[in-house]
């Protein structure tokens, strides 16, 4: 696939280090995993990745996902997170209403 | 496994795909955007801009690095064909 080829191409070429960075995508999901790669279009490829489900009534629900390759479509924001900063926080504290899908109106 | 815009699943094995993402996938089981209804399908073909997500096994990253080496290491090779001195 297209994709793979040219993703691994830029990865050697200046990235050598693993980044973990969160998607959200147009259904209100958020995907937190390895970026492995993209595209012109932007599709992603995340690796290890697990989505993480908000709550207002109990803390953050982790599901493990695996290797996911991402549509560009579908993605509205891809953000780097420290992980630092990220292990700081406790997610079952957490109370937070879920992100709703892009309505058109 | 790929899901669509449409909340449609598919799970399968990849038998072709192109630039544009457009798979034909074998003895793939077809999932309801509720998760009721399922259908078997002896083969499919999935248009790419259909498609939300595709998830695939961890190994397939190995796999691909490994492509990517050997087609670096190809490419010199063929490069240096056809020169005249």
Known sequence: MNILSVSFNFSTN??????????????????????????????????????????ETEGVETLPLGLYIIRGDNI???????LERD??????????????????? | MVELKNGETFNGHL??????????????????????RFWRLPECYIRGNTIKYLRVPDEIIEMVKD?????????????????KS
């Open chain 1, 76 to 82: 509205v924001l891809i953000g780097e997170i420290d």
């Open chain 2, 67 to 83: 492509d990517a080496v050997r087609q670096r290491q190809q490419a010199p090779v063929s490069s240096s064909r056809g020169r």
């Open chain 1, 14 to 55: 200046s990235l050598r280090y693993a980044v973990t960075v969160e998607v959200i995508t147009s259904d209100g999901r958020v995907i937190v995993g390895t970026f492995k790669g993209f595209d012109q279009t932007t599709n992603v490829i995340l690796s290890s990745c697990h989505e993480r489900v908000f709550s």
């Open chain 2, 15 to 36: 038998v072709n795909c192109d630039n544009w993402m457009n798979l034909t996938l074998r003895e793939v089981i077809q999932t309801s955007p509720e998760g009721d």
């Open chain 1, 87 to 105: 292990a700081s926080v406790d997610l079952t504290e957490i109370r937070a209403a879920p992100i709703t899908d892009i309505t058109r109106r």
